[in-house]
């Protein structure tokens, strides 16, 4: 145990996804979710830009080695996740990324979810069907 690398853990969230990210800097960049590279993990172009939004953003000088164990939630929510926890990291480096990152609106965590389901209802908003007589 001589050698343990320092690392700045962050966390992100979306609907009911949670993410926890760890970066460390390193000589050589890499990118891991949950155990698999990032590619090998989001698959489509979509997803694979919702995740590197933030760093496209920012372009950073420095290598990083980033760490992401990601749970909960739906694919796409858990990209969302994944970008919000890796703004936080960037937003703490210095005050212009954060700005940039806040003007994308990346730093904000979004509140939207699926609305409960109420008694008496189908859904959260559909009634059964009413007939006058």
């Known amino acids: 145990m001589a050698d343990k690398k320092q690392y700045t853990e962050k966390i992100g969230r979306r609907k009911t996804s949670t ?21 090998e993990y989001f698959k489509t172009a979509t997803l694979m830009k919702v995740v590197s939004d933030a760093t496209a953003l920012i372009k950073p000088d420095e290598k990083y080695e980033i ?13 969302e996740a994944v970008r919000h ?7 703490e480096l210095n005050q212009d990324s954060k700005d940039k ?9 979004d509140p939207r ?21």
């Open 67 to 79: 760490s992401v164990v990601v749970s909960g939630g739906g694919i796409h929510s858990q990209a």
């Open 85 to 91: 926890g890796i703004s936080r990291f960037f937003a």
């Open 101 to 109: 990152l806040k003007k994308e609106g990346f730093l904000k965590r």
């Open 19 to 39: 993410c926890r990210v760890r970066v460390t800097p390193a000589s050589k960049s890499s990118f891991v979710v949950n155990g698999k590279d990032v590619k």
């Open 113 to 133: 979810s699926k609305e409960r389901r109420k008694f008496g209802l189908k859904k959260a908003r559909k009634a059964p069907q009413w007939s006058k007589r």
